[in-house]
């Protein structure tokens, strides 16, 4: 039995000539060059990154410290307000205190009575201050 090949020969390339050579290696040249220039682009953008790396690092760290500054004067502003609020607030509770115990033991209202006296009138009619001595203890003697 013989074997026959459905599969046909493969084509031999032609053998190179000078022709075909020439343009490979101006090509091989010029990948090279290529090449080349695209190696020296690439470092300078690493370096272009590099720089803008270390400005954006010096940036941050600035305004970090900037910030912290501001926020160091700003706590021992907030500070100073509670403190001055809790005055107010102390104040505040020593005045409605003390209104409380004028109430207590009879006595109108400092501004009221003022406001009465400045007045003459309370409901259409005339009113006169008469003010009673008071004691250490804060009670009226008669």
């Given at each position: 039995m013989a074997s026959s090949d459905s599969t046909?020969?493969?084509?031999?390339a032609p053998p190179p000539n000078k022709e075909n050579i020439t343009p490979?290696?101006?090509?091989?040249?010029?990948?090279k060059e290529s090449r080349t220039e695209l190696l020296n682009r690439i470092q300078g953008l690493k370096q272009d990154l590099k720089n803008w790396r270390s400005k954006l690092d010096t940036q941050v760290k600035f305004y970090r410290d900037e910030l912290t500054e501001l926020k160091k004067t700003l706590n021992v502003?907030?500070?100073?307000?509670?403190?001055e609020f809790q005055e107010l607030r102390n104040t505040l509770h020593q005045q409605q205190d003390v209104?409380?115990?004028?109430?207590?033991?009879?006595?109108?209202?400092v501004s009221e009575?003022?406001?009465e006296?400045?007045?003459?009138?309370v409901e259409g009619k005339d009113v006169e201050m008469h003010t009673l001595p008071i004691n250490e203890n804060g009670k009226e003697v008669n």
């Amino acid at each position: 039995m013989a074997s026959s090949d459905s599969t046909p020969p493969l084509p031999v390339a032609p053998p190179p000539n000078k022709e075909n050579i020439t343009p490979v290696g101006s090509k091989i040249a010029e990948l090279k060059e290529s090449r080349t220039e695209l190696l020296n682009r690439i470092q300078g953008l690493k370096q272009d990154l590099k720089n803008w790396r270390s400005k954006l690092d010096t940036q941050v760290k600035f305004y970090r410290d900037e910030l912290t500054e501001l926020k160091k004067t700003l706590n021992v502003e907030v500070e100073q307000l509670r403190t001055e609020f809790q005055e107010l607030r102390n104040t505040l509770h020593q005045q409605q205190d003390v209104t409380a115990s004028l109430r207590n033991l009879g006595l109108q209202d400092v501004s009221e009575g003022a406001k009465e006296a400045e007045d003459g009138k309370v409901e259409g009619k005339d009113v006169e201050m008469h003010t009673l001595p008071i004691n250490e203890n804060g009670k009226e003697v008669n």
